[in-house]
Each structure stands twice: as structure tokens, then as C-alpha cells.
């Protein structure tokens, strides 16, 4: 999304307890959590929040007070936070193609869900700052939504990605070439059937450990 829409850093989130680290991008040192943004043709500003670590436990409820607190002040209208989601049981022609549903904090959100024809998520979980921010989002009467997109528990989900991107597209009503994402989704499943095929002859040819029973 931020090359998409031409969005720069504007700023960044900051904390003591975050990882010591710089993530160095094209010779440049970033913060890990960062803040985008731009305007665009339709008139409207979009702000993104982009992290490179997924934040513990305790830090959850801060960062997420955190953010309501700069989107408020910044009197933001309304904020879609995406959240990766494990379906067991499908096979591999369904894990082709990622689902996308959807949940708002308030009614107005939630009829909108409705016109734009996205599947809602009925029953269930959903944790983390995504959570969070729903409920935030309910109790102070902001409009939050929580993408939920099926997503390989074990490595980078470029098609969910997509997905995401395809549901925040209709719901902001922009325009964004998603692509790029499906070709790094075909080139990372590439990358992993070699590492399998790599793989099986070693697995193959080594012997299996055998039980010792006097250790």
C-alpha cells in the first residue's frame, strides 16, 4: 500500500520497551514501527502504521492506546487494522485462494459492510491490537474495522496480503495494484516446493534414531 499510494514516513512510534534495532532500507536506517501517509486523488489523507516485529503481550493495550489517542488527534475518521487468520482443514486448491471477512465497532460501519457486500465475521476471537482496537473503537463510538484474511501460519502470505488489500481498496473506495503481491506469492511457494524437494533426499537417506534402552 505505501508504494501504491505514494505515502511517506512521517513519523514513527517509539517506546523502550521495542526491539533494539534499525531496519536499514535502500541505505537508510527506520524505525521499526513507522507512520506513513498522503493524500489522494479522492480528496482523502491515508495514514499507515507499518511494524517489523509483532509486539508481546503487555505491550498490546499500550500500543493500541496509542494509536486511537494519534488517530483521534489527528481527527482520523476511521481506522481498518488487517489480522492474519489460521483456517485448518483446507486443502491445497482452497489454500489458493485467500478469504477475506470483515468486523466494525459500530453499526454505521457495520451497514456499510453490508452495501459494500463484505463477508462479516459472525462468532469467534480475534486478538492482539486488532482486538483491541475494536473494542476502543466501540466503547468511544469510532468507526474501527478488523480485517480477518486466511493466511499460512508458517511463512510470509503474500496472497492474504492481497486479499487485505483488495477488502481496504472497497471499503476506502481507492483503486490499488495488488499484483506485485500476487507475484511474490507464487515466487515464495516456488522458493519453499525447492527447499522440500532439496529436502527429501536428505530426510530419505538418513537413518532413523533407534531407542536405547539402557540410555
Not at 37 to 59: N, T, W
Not at 97 to 123: C, D, H
Request: aromatic letters at 6%.
Amino acid at each position: 500500500m505505501i508504494d501504491a499510494l505514494n505515502l511517506k514516513q512521517i513519523g514513527a512510534l517509539d517506546s523502550g520497551e521495542f526491539p533494539a534495532l534499525s531496519v536499514v532500507h535502500t541505505g537508510e536506517p527506520l524505525s521499526p514501527v513507522r507512520i506513513y501517509a498522503g493524500d489522494q486523488p479522492s480528496g482523502h489523507r491515508i495514514v499507515v502504521f507499518v511494524s517489523e516485529f509483532k509486539p508481546k503481550p503487555h505491550l498490546i493495550n499500550q500500543i493500541s492506546s496509542a494509536i486511537m489517542k494519534w488517530a483521534k488527534e489527528k481527527q482520523c475518521k476511521m481506522m481498518i487494522s488487517p489480522e492474519g487468520m489460521v483456517v485448518e482443514g483446507k486443502n491445497a486448491e482452497e489454500e489458493s485462494i485467500a478469504e477475506a471477512y470483515a468486523i466494525g465497532s459500530t453499526n454505521g460501519v457495520r451497514q456499510m459492510l453490508v452495501m459494500k457486500n463484505i463477508p462479516q465475521f459472525k462468532n469467534g476471537i480475534i486478538a492482539g491490537v486488532s482486538g483491541v482496537l475494536l473494542n476502543k473503537g466501540k466503547q468511544s463510538a469510532f468507526d474501527v474495522i478488523s480485517i480477518l484474511t486466511e493466511a499460512h501460519p508458517k511463512y510470509p502470505d503474500a496472497r492474504a496480503a492481497a486479499a487485505a488489500i483488495n477488502v481496504i481498496a472497497s471499503i476506502i473506495d481507492i483503486e490499488i495494484n495488488v499484483a506485485p503481491l500476487y507475484e511474490e506469492s507464487e515466487r515464495i511457494e516456488q522458493q519453499l516446493q525447492k527447499f522440500h524437494q532439496q529436502a527429501k533426499p536428505m530426510v530419505s537417506s538418513t537413518r532413523a534414531p533407534q531407542p536405547n534402552m539402557y540410555g
